[in-house]
């Protein structure tokens, strides 16, 4: 006797967005001195459709959350992991800017690892062979 084979959280989630009809999320990436370019690619994504998130903190600019060293440090390991819950969410990467640092290429190969498709505003950045948004 052959048994369904239970779905997968991720088939799950996926499942569900499609019965509630949940427009295309998209995720933006990047480094935060293109805060204001992910703005814009924000509002241009959210013009069309499609749900965006993106980060939620500039950690480049003074804020009273991270101004203590040490409360910033483990504010930084929150953020990335949430971002990374962001990743999961989305159905789609767009990585905004035209330098990559670390954090971002960190970011790049975890969503790939995922198989979401990932897109650049700056194709040039992209140093996979994969097509570009």
């Known amino acids: 006797m052959s048994y369904p084979q239970l779905l997968t959280p991720t088939e799950k989630l996926a499942d569900a967005k499609a019965r509630l009809k949940i427009p295309t999320i998209v995720v933006i990436c990047g480094s935060t001195r293109f ?3 992910m703005v814009d690619a924000d509002c241009e994504l959210t ?18 959350l991270w101004a203590d060293p040490a409360e910033a ?26 330098y990559i640092g670390d954090s971002t290429r960190a ?14 505003t ?10 570009s948004r």
């Open 73 to 98: 440090e483990a504010l930084k390991a929150q953020l990335d992991n949430l971002h990374r819950a962001k990743i999961r969410l989305a159905d789609e990467v767009l990585v905004v800017g035209d």
């Open 107 to 120: 970011e790049i190969a975890y969503a790939r690892e995922l198989g979401k498709p990932v897109g650049f």
């Open 35 to 37: 805060m204001d370019a």
């Open 47 to 64: 013009a069309v459709g499609y749900i965006v998130v993106k980060p939620g903190c500039n950690m480049k600019e003074p804020h009273p």
């Open 122 to 131: 700056h194709p040039e950045v992209d140093t996979a062979e994969e097509p």
